[in-house]
């Protein structure tokens, strides 16, 4: 299980930079979404990698930790996800508004010559 989520977060990066590279914005945007998703998976998988787990524990006495899942990384991916959904759609509308004052979505503003 740690393999493939550990390969996921690599392949989820490397399209992000890669796609953070290109000329055109709307393909920074789709690498900047690779870039958070990668990171909400690594701080996902910071909280313990456990099946069937709940997320709290029950109250007294003295309890296993490593039966329960750690309930902050959680918290702070659904958070995230919240933010850069907003984020995106902030992007997105500035994308609009720049390809209609300029006539072209390039990140530098100018077509490149054929």
Known sequence: MEIVLSLAIGVLSASGVWLLLRPRTFQVIVGLCLLSYAVNLFIFG????????????PRGGFVNPTAFADPLPQALVLTAIVISFATTALFLVVLIASRGLTGTDHVDGQERAP
């Open 46 to 57: 910071m909280g313990r990698l456990t099946l069937s787990a709940p997320p709290i524990m």
